[in-house]
């Protein structure tokens, strides 16, 4: 993977998925440029520092590969192509879209307003969508081209009192096999994983008990586990792989 870019939305967060795969592939040779947006990481429990997109960045530095970033709100109908323009400006332009950046909150039928359901889908859809068909116009290296999404596994059964991030994500996937057909004729795979339950610093140590006898292979998931299937993806062993949703949930059961 040496010499080829990676744009990853979603990695302010030291403890996250987004953090973690930016540092696998910059592992694996890959040049990377990662997004954040402080406002939403400060509002949630878990919260994220004002210094950790900036330690993020200078810990990839440090292996030899070139990252830049950029604060972002992705809600934004504009920031789709103004992040391009960035990234193609900075680095060159990418060969590996990771749509990571989600909003997600609690909502269930009694309380899930218009607003708080336009929240769930300016970032988990319409983001993702906008930014791939940005990505896919820009791609004209003619094979090697990789979107992958980052999902929560709605297929395989309910997500009670999340009906706003269920509804989004689920869209997320039938997002990614349409665009695999659409862009296959232009060498760009697009495939998405679901990674499952993962504990990102949200997960109480009353959570982790109750959630442990669920995972099959005994153990919680964690950022690394997400990060390596986003990595598989994105290589050219994955180069025959594309329209899957790929469950890497260490067996957990529903």
Same mark, same amino acid.
């Given at each position: ?20 795969? $930016? ?5 694996? !040779?890959?040049?990377?440029? =990662? ?5 939403? /990481? ?21 292996? !030899?590969?070139? $990252?830049?970033?950029?604060?972002? /709100? ?13 990234? $193609?400006?900075?680095? !060159? ?13 609690? +909502?269930?039928?009694? /309380? ?11 970032? @988990? ?13 820009? =791609? ?8 992958? @999404? ?12 999340? &009906? ?25 795979? &697009? ?33 690394? /586990?997400?990060?390596?299937? &986003? ?10 792989? +594309? ?8 067996? =957990?059961?529903?």
């Amino acid at each position: 993977m040496n010499n080829r870019i990676a744009l990853v939305t979603g990695a302010g967060r030291a403890k996250g998925i987004g953090a973690a795969i $930016c540092r696998s592939l910059a592992d694996a !040779g890959m040049d990377i440029f =990662f997004t954040y947006w402080s406002s939403y /990481d400060a509002s949630m429990p878990w919260g994220a520092g004002q210094e950790e997109p900036l330690q993020l960045r200078e810990d990839i530095r440090r292996t !030899g590969a070139r $990252c830049e970033m950029l604060e972002l /709100d992705l809600s934004d109908p504009a920031a789709p192509g103004q992040l391009m323009e960035a990234v $193609c400006a900075r680095l !060159g332009t990418p060969d590996v879209l990771v749509n990571n950046a989600a909003y997600s909150t609690s +909502t269930s039928y009694a /309380d899930i307003t218009a607003e708080e359901l336009d929240r769930h889908y300016f970032i @988990n859809v319409r983001a993702t969508a906008l930014l791939s068909a940005a990505f896919a116009r820009r =791609f004209e290296k003619g094979n090697g081209g990789r979107i992958i @999404n980052l999902t929560s596994g709605q297929s395989l059964g309910p997500m009670p009192n999340e &009906v706003a991030y269920a509804a989004t994500k689920g869209a997320v996937d039938a997002l990614t096999v349409t665009l695999s057909a659409e862009l296959a004729p232009k060498g760009i795979t &697009v495939n998405a994983v679901n990674p499952g339950p993962t504990d990102t610093g949200w997960m109480t140590p009353e959570l982790q008990e109750e959630l442990l006898p669920l995972f099959g292979l005994g153990r919680i998931g964690l950022p690394a /586990d997400a990060a390596r299937a &986003v990595r598989l993806l994105a290589s050219e062993d994955a180069g025959w792989i +594309t329209g899957q949703i790929l469950h890497s949930e260490g067996g =957990f059961k529903r």
